[in-house]
């Protein structure tokens, strides 16, 4: 998740005691405090799975970028051995940018890798799909 | 002339947005007003022009596309640190969706959908020279609407993004290569026509079109496929949360007296999920630079992103 989890939770331990003083709008309170619990139930949802899913991921667009070697060179290997979501996140990135530039390769040139891509972008969306979910 | 009862309107991400009634003497009779005064914020989730919002609000005045008069326009910072303007309040009635799937608005569906589409097509109707927004809004070439469009949000997306994302690129990709027609005329494209974005009562009919801080010259389907972005159906599998999508293309082609073409229209679909999409990295953006901490920054970022990667796998049969 963009901004990163543990920085917001900071920023919203901030508002929340900044709320608490008795002189603050009614009006601003409610609005803050409103959006601020709106914030805390998302990250609530996405905490427990989040690192399981990025490692699931991980995996799996390793799979998908050693599929397509013969189109694109894949990313250095490196080992999995951090497992914080900060440095799990940070992986995801560098691993979905080499997708991008996979996908677009084979693009009219490899139906079957190509429908695997598009397959696990859809399976990313369940992934990191929440409740209340718009689409 | 003395304020009163200042407070702000939770929401909005792009503008600071706050109700107050002044009142005033004129003569010897004491004169009062409810308005409303938008500012921008530090930094915002898309960074628009507010002359152009104002004018455009004011060229529809008198229309039948509603909307709240608009009084004053400060650009300057000197006055209340930001630019800003004060508009009349038309009070009453409501703009949040979430009340539309409660009694007694889940009867009005059908009107309001009318009413929603028709007015769309009010505003693709309009001749913007005619309405004065051809001397404050960049013009476009017909040919051009599209390219101009897509330059703009994917130029946000490079400078924005804070991690890659595989199924926009994508969609831009396919954007590219299967450009739509020329657009049917240049009219005046609101930019943000969704609901939430307008406000209405329990009967279905609307009183005011807000938020055109994002309104430019351009095709007109551009309005008509952000109305259709899969994310504003609230999860309800309704355009805009109300109708079948056929049905509200239906009222816009008969209120516009223009032809949605189904290519052209999926194009123009796509493309305001890509744009949805740099709305919401933006606002991550506006966030993790520090130029605004708001919650409301946050709220899209987290809760939308996923969903308007959905839309678009949605709308390109992949999901």
Redesign the interface.
């Known amino acids: 998740?963009?901004?990163p989890v543990p920085a917001?939770l900071i920023?919203?331990a901030g508002?929340v005691a900044a709320n608490a003083a008795p002189d603050v709008?009614p009006?601003?309170r409610?609005?803050?405090l409103?959006?601020?619990a709106?914030?805390l139930g998302?990250?609530a949802e996405a905490w427990d799975s989040a690192a399981h899913h990025l490692v699931v991921e991980n995996r799996t667009l390793r799979g998908l970028l050693a599929q397509g070697a013969a189109y694109v060179g894949p990313p250095a290997e490196r080992p999995e051995d951090d497992f914080r979501l900060s440095a799990l996140?940070a992986e995801?990135?560098r691993l979905?940018?080499a997708?991008?530039i996979l996908?677009?390769a084979v693009?009219g040139r490899d139906q079957v890798l190509e429908d695997a891509?598009?397959a696990e972008?859809?399976a990313?969306?369940e992934r990191?799909?929440?409740k209340?979910?718009?689409? | 002339m003395a304020v009163r009862d200042l407070a702000r309107i939770s929401g909005g991400a792009s503008r600071e947005t706050y109700r107050f009634t002044a009142s005033w003497t004129e003569g010897d009779a004491p004169r009062e007003r409810k308005l409303i005064l938008r500012r921008d914020p530090p930094a915002s989730l898309i960074d628009t022009e507010r002359r152009i919002e104002f004018e455009a609000y004011r060229a529809f005045r008198g229309s039948r596309v509603p909307v709240p008069e608009m009084l004053w326009l400060e650009e300057g910072n000197g006055p209340l640190d930001h630019p800003f303007f004060i508009a009349e309040e038309i009070a009453g009635y409501q703009a949040g969706p979430g009340l539309l799937w409660t009694d007694p608005y889940l009867a009005s569906h059908r009107h309001l959908a009318q009413r929603k589409w028709s007015i769309l097509g009010d505003i693709a109707r309009a001749d913007p020279d005619a309405v004065g927004l051809t001397g404050v809004m960049p013009a476009v070439q017909a040919e051009d609407c599209w390219r101009r469009e897509l330059g703009i949000w994917e130029d946000i997306l490079d400078a924005d993004e804070a991690e890659p994302m595989p199924i926009i690129r994508a969609a831009i990709r396919w954007l590219r290569a299967n450009p739509p027609p020329p657009a049917q005329k240049v009219g005046v494209v609101h930019g943000d026509y969704r609901t939430g974005n307008f406000l209405f009562d329990t009967q279905g009919e609307i009183h005011g079109i807000l938020d055109w801080e994002m309104a430019h010259l351009g095709d007109p389907l551009e309005d008509l496929g952000w109305s259709l972005n899969p994310i504003w159906s609230f999860g309800r599998g309704l355009a805009g949360g109300l109708v079948p999508q056929d049905q509200a293309v239906a009222i816009w082609e008969q209120a516009s007296g223009l032809q949605a073409d189904p290519a052209a229209l999926y194009w123009w679909t796509l493309f305001n999920c890509v744009k949805g999409q740099a709305i919401w990295v933006s606002s991550a953006r506006a966030w993790l630079d520090g130029g605004n901490r708001e919650p409301i920054m946050v709220y899209p970022a987290w809760a939308m992103t996923n969903a308007q990667d959905r839309a678009v796998l949605q709308v390109m049969g992949r999901l």
């Open positions: 998740m963009i901004p917001v920023d919203l508002k709008n009006t601003d409610a609005g803050a409103g959006l601020s709106m914030l998302l990250a996140g995801n990135g979905r940018a997708l991008i996908h677009a693009e891509i598009w972008l859809g990313s969306t990191r799909k929440i209340g979910s718009a689409v």
